[in-house]
């Protein structure tokens, strides 16, 4: 997919970037490091090709980036940390929330996932559709749409990923939750006070949750602030 990349040493120095944040982290998340399969796809993904061409320089720095709209390309280690949560395995089903430019998909992609994304900015949405079937993302499919009502139609879900921060995880999102699925998102306001979250139905139908890190992310937008088509 890559060929010849003069960008692997960068991929290869953010890794380890990424591993010593997680040992760094381990007191409040729980994982003391990097999980191998984690690991080895965010080493099998182009982030460079994913970020505006006067970007690419620092494509491989530790930081979340502009991608325009008014949105971001995640902090690498905060894409690892919730691909980590999830725990997904190959096969499994996953609902991502803001695709942003694509990055986190193919990263879930690469772990074997079986990916729906919606993005609520058509222009993003149509960008990333098209940069992740170049790249043969074939596991990613990609849809224009307000993500606070999720995507029925391939419920459940084994694991549901949020890009964005909203006040409280969306009902809608819980209810798409497998038996023991997971939903990591970004809850509280729009200006501070974040925290990434993590959230699993049981087999009882009810849920167990915990509060893992602080962040910072763009505010989760519904379609009355972003008019735009349903999802298909």
Request: proline share 8%; with cysteine.
């Given at each position: 997919?890559?060929?010849?990349?003069?960008?692997?040493?960068?991929?290869e120095?953010?890794?380890?970037?990424?591993?010593?944040?997680?040992?760094?982290?381990?007191?409040?998340?729980?994982?003391?490091?990097?999980?191998?399969?984690?690991?080895?796809?965010?080493?099998?993904?182009?982030?460079?090709?994913?970020?505006?061409?006067?970007?690419?320089?620092?494509?491989?720095?530790?930081?979340?980036?502009?991608?325009?709209?008014?949105?971001?390309?995640?902090?690498?280690?905060?894409?690892?940390?919730?691909?980590?949560?999830?725990?997904?395995?190959?096969?499994?089903?996953?609902?991502?929330?803001?695709?942003?430019?694509?990055?986190?998909?193919?990263?879930?992609?690469?772990?074997?996932?079986?990916?729906?994304?919606?993005?609520?900015?058509?222009?993003?949405?149509?960008r990333?559709a098209?940069?992740?079937?170049?790249?043969d993302?074939?596991?990613?499919?990609v849809?224009?749409?307000?993500?606070?009502?999720?995507?029925?139609?391939?419920?459940?879900?084994?694991?549901?990923?949020?890009?964005?921060?909203?006040?409280?995880?969306p009902?809608?999102?819980?209810?798409?939750?497998?038996?023991?699925?997971?939903?990591?998102?970004?809850?509280?306001?729009?200006?501070?006070?974040?925290?990434?979250?993590?959230?699993?139905r049981?087999?009882?139908?009810?849920?167990?949750?915990?509060?893992?890190?602080?962040?910072?992310?763009?505010?989760?937008?519904?379609d009355?602030?972003?008019?735009?088509?349903?999802?298909?």
């Amino acid at each position: 997919m890559i060929g010849t990349d003069r960008y692997a040493a960068d991929r290869e120095a953010l890794i380890r970037q990424i591993e010593a944040q997680f040992r760094e982290t381990a007191r409040y998340t729980a994982l003391p490091e990097l999980d191998e399969r984690v690991r080895e796809a965010l080493r099998s993904v182009p982030r460079h090709l994913f970020v505006p061409a006067h970007e690419r320089d620092v494509a491989y720095a530790d930081v979340p980036l502009p991608i325009g709209r008014g949105q971001t390309i995640s902090q690498p280690y905060i894409v690892a940390l919730m691909s980590s949560l999830l725990d997904i395995t190959p096969g499994d089903r996953v609902l991502e929330i803001g695709t942003g430019c694509g990055y986190q998909a193919a990263v879930l992609a690469a772990l074997g996932a079986e990916v729906y994304s919606l993005e609520i900015i058509a222009e993003l949405a149509e960008r990333s559709a098209r940069l992740l079937a170049e790249l043969d993302y074939d596991e990613v499919t990609v849809a224009h749409g307000d993500g606070h009502a999720g995507w029925p139609e391939h419920a459940p879900y084994q694991g549901i990923v949020v890009t964005a921060a909203a006040p409280e995880p969306p009902p809608a999102l819980l209810e798409q939750l497998a038996a023991g699925g997971r939903l990591v998102i970004p809850v509280g306001p729009r200006a501070g006070g974040q925290m990434l979250r993590c959230i699993r139905r049981r087999a009882d139908g009810g849920y167990s949750e915990r509060d893992v890190l602080p962040v910072a992310f763009v505010p989760f937008t519904r379609d009355r602030d972003q008019p735009g088509p349903a999802c298909a």
